[in-house]
């Protein structure tokens, strides 16, 4: 029989998959996150919107009003998912404005001057719109606007900071020298004139000692060849026998 082997037995077949959730109302959570991610997107698009129109962009107040109704459908979407209205927390979730993550290593310093930078352009935004809020009201603020112009010119700080020219590299410390000519470093003299110097003193040297090996000098030739010339025989004695004696017997 079709279905059944030599032995009888049914053939194996895989079974049945069936999905089973854990979370039963999973697929309302993500309705729900769905529709509260397009009503904060909506909400921020809106005030990007009043932002630029606040500066005179007259293309996003042709669209403001339009802008306002979306924001209110998609918070009326939410508000049926999830059976409640945004909070507060919601609300300033899709407002606040992002904050520069500061990440940098110690050696890399272009990221660390772009976060610098980004940094100090969120603190120049955060002061102007305070004194932005105040000026639409026609009010003055608190202190004459002292704390917002004080974040303002942390972040005029901060850019300036970036701008600035990196430190000089660390030049490796020099062992301290253990003498003075290791400072100076030896003499330098020529070749040729050390060479000079030593014929000179040994020509001296020689002359020196052949001046004090003998008591006959220059002087005692000429009166020799005067007493020879003159036949004079006791001066020739005198003399000749100079020759050989040491100076200091003379």
């Known amino acids: ?6 032995d009888g037995e049914d053939d ?3 079974p049945k998959l069936r999905v089973v959730s854990e979370n039963p109302n999973a697929r309302a959570d993500r309705q729900i996150e769905w529709a509260k991610d397009e009503a904060q997107r909506a909400l921020s698009q809106f ?29 009326n979407k939410f508000e049926k998912q999830a059976d409640r209205g945004m909070s507060a927390a919601e609300l300033q979730e899709a407002l606040h404005l992002p904050q520069a993550e ?15 930078r980004e940094d100090g352009i969120d603190d120049i935004v955060k002061g102007a719109l305070r004194l932005a809020a105040h000026k639409i009201l026609g009010e003055e603020p608190a202190f004459g606007g002292m704390h917002s112009e004080r974040v303002i010119e942390r972040g005029i700080k901060s ?24 400072v100076v470093g030896p003499p330098k003299t020529p070749q040729r004139r ?18 004090r090996s003998t008591g006959f000098n ?15 025989d006791k001066r020739i004695a005198e003399l000749t026998a100079k020759i050989g004696k040491p100076r200091s017997e003379d």
């Open 1 to 6: 029989m079709a279905g059944r082997d030599d």
């Open 12 to 14: 194996e077949k895989p």
């Open 47 to 75: 005030a990007a919107a009043l932002l630029r129109t606040m500066t005179g962009n007259d293309t996003e107040a042709a669209y403001l009003i339009r802008r306002l109704a979306l924001v209110v459908e998609a918070i």
């Open 102 to 116: 500061m990440d940098y290593s110690a050696g890399d310093d272009w990221r660390y001057r772009r976060w610098r």
């Open 159 to 182: 850019i300036e900071e970036s701008k600035r020219p990196p430190p000089p590299p660390r030049q490796p410390k020099k062992e301290l020298a253990a003498s003075w000519d290791d």
């Open 194 to 211: 050390l060479g000079e110097r030593l014929a000179a003193a040994i020509d001296a040297s020689h002359r020196s000692a052949a001046s």
């Open 218 to 232: 220059q002087a005692d030739l000429k009166e020799l060849r005067k007493a020879i010339k003159a036949k004079d």
